[in-house]
């Protein structure tokens, strides 16, 4: 069956979509052994989506670093605390390694937001924003793109939530995996995609509310 796309996605459409959640394992780091083990483990996995956050600053021109790092794989995610833990050793391995395949989206705000931190060189990471542009998407949001591929809604409500909490809530641990998780089933259908060519891009023109079709 020929999987519609579109090069921008309706909002109002948005709304009425069914909330998708990370199912797997969540396991929080808070420290320097906890994440040793952590990256030993995700490290031996082929794929890995990755994402960080940050507490929210709600004054002008006053900001926080990076409070979280979280690493998924397809049925698990790592939450590392990195307000508490910064960039262990082990952290550092990971963020350098070149040989997993690692996701993640707009990656280069979050990379210069963990370079703050401390200094490593940049392994091998893939962003998805520029994959989905090949197939004429042009919403980049991580919510717009799964929305458009999957037909689910990933909610955004944690998002100004306080990221240096002494600890998470259920929710937010939830989100957070699920930001990292949704970039691994995003790229993978972006790489079946492009590799069959099962799709069709609805492309809505900016002054009509007609849609065209093209390939």
């Known amino acids: ?41 995700l490290l031996s996995c082929p794929i890995l989506g990755l994402d960080t956050e940050t507490r929210p600053s709600f004054r002008r021109g006053h900001t926080f670093k990076a409070s979280l790092l979280q690493v998924a794989t397809s049925d698990v995610c790592f939450l590392f605390r990195l307000n508490y833990t910064g960039l262990t050793p082990a952290i550092i391995r990971l963020l350098e390694d070149t040989k997993v395949t690692k996701i993640g989206l707009s990656w280069h705000d979050d990379l210069n937001a963990l370079h703050k931190l401390g200094e490593f060189k940049t392994g091998h990471f893939i962003d998805i924003q ?21 037909g689910q809604k990933i909610s955004k409500r944690q998002q100004l939530s306080n990221w240096e909490a002494d600890i998470l809530t259920d929710r937010q641990k939830v989100y957070a995996a699920t930001d990292a998780w949704a970039c691994i089933k995003i790229y993978q259908e972006i790489t079946t995609l492009k590799k069959t060519g099962n799709y069709k891009l609805v492309v809505k023109a900016e002054d009509e509310d007609s849609n065209s079709e093209k390939r």
Do not use: C, W
Request: proline share 2%.
């Open 130 to 150: 520029d994959h989905v542009r090949e197939l004429g998407i042009e919403d980049l949001s991580l919510q717009k793109i799964y929305a458009n591929l999957f």
């Open 1 to 41: 069956m020929t999987k519609i796309i579109y090069n921008k996605y309706d909002k109002e459409l948005l709304a009425s979509l069914p909330v998708v959640e990370f199912q797997g394992r969540i396991v929080v780091v808070l420290n320097a052994s906890e994440a040793e083990r952590a990256v030993d483990y």
